[in-house]
T-cell receptor
Framework: AQSVTQPDIHITVSEGASLELRCNYS??????LFWYVQSPGQGLQLLLK??????LVQGIKGFEAEFKRSQSSFNLRKPSVHWSDAAEYFC???????????????FGKGTKLSVKP | KAGVTQTPRYLIKTRGQQVTLSCSPI?????VSWYQQTPGQGLQFLFE???????NKGNFPGRFSGRQFSNSRSEMNVSTLELGDSALYLC?????????????FGPGTRLTVT
């Protein structure tokens, strides 16, 4: 069965430090991959997506992610974290459903990011 | 463009009642998906509608149902509410055709069942 694993439940980094959030997926083919961010009490905001092509994708707010097929990973990175980045981050896989449906995203359990001043 | 809107934002219901949640997608988007988010189970897919037809369905009991109107607005209904239905219900919209389209999420409806 398809699944997404985010091994880190909670990460704390100092402001200005670099960040890497891990995501591994299990899927029979190359899926569509996404990273979303959720602030408390809010919906999900799309940070970036990978459909095909260049395996290093750039997103909003200075985030980037790298797709590694051999490792079934799609890790999110940011070179310098800001206090406003404190939130929960979700990795998601979008399988092709019946009739080309993209409506079914499978999410990881999320990684909560805390930022120390 | 306006984002995805969901109404109401907060709801308190009693066990056994039913509830209807509403979602208005981004203009031009034809696909609407619904997700349930709880601390224990995380984000789980409920169902997807495209052009007024349910195209995909998650593993939820029949008490959870939905529909989509000709203007792409969608509603989901939960009948005979249980305490475990307390959750944040998120709606997402996308262009929806074949191929890869990202989903954009609304702010959610927080449902509390007492």
């Amino acid at each position: 069965a398809q699944s997404v694993t985010q091994p880190d439940i909670h990460i704390t980094v100092s402001e200005g430090a670099s960040l890497e959030l891990r995501c591994n997926y299990s899927y029979g083919a190359t899926p569509y991959l996404f990273w979303y961010v959720q602030s408390p009490g809010q919906g999900l905001q799309l940070l970036l997506k990978y459909f095909s092509g260049d395996t290093l994708v750039q997103g909003i707010k200075g985030f980037e992610a790298e797709f590694k097929r051999s490792q079934s990973s799609f890790n999110l990175r940011k070179p310098s974290v800001h206090w406003s980045d404190a939130a929960e981050y979700f990795c998601a896989v979008g399988p092709l459903g019946y009739g080309g449906s993209q409506g079914n995203l499978i999410f990881g359990k999320g990684t909560k990011l805390s930022v120390k001043p | 463009k306006a984002g995805v809107t969901q109404t109401p934002r907060y709801l308190i219901k009693t066990r056994g009642q039913q509830v209807t949640l509403s979602c208005s997608p981004i203009s031009g988007h034809r696909s609407v998906s619904w997700y349930q988010q709880t601390p224990g189970q995380g984000l789980q897919f409920l169902f997807e509608y495209f052009s007024e037809t349910q195209r995909n369905k998650g593993n939820f009991p029949g008490r959870f149902s939905g529909r989509q109107f000709s203007n792409s607005r969608s509603e989901m209904n939960v009948s005979t509410l249980e305490l475990g239905d307390s959750a944040l219900y998120l709606c997402a919209s996308s262009m929806g055709g074949t191929g890869g389209y990202e989903q954009y999420f609304g702010p959610g409806t927080r449902l509390t069942v007492t």
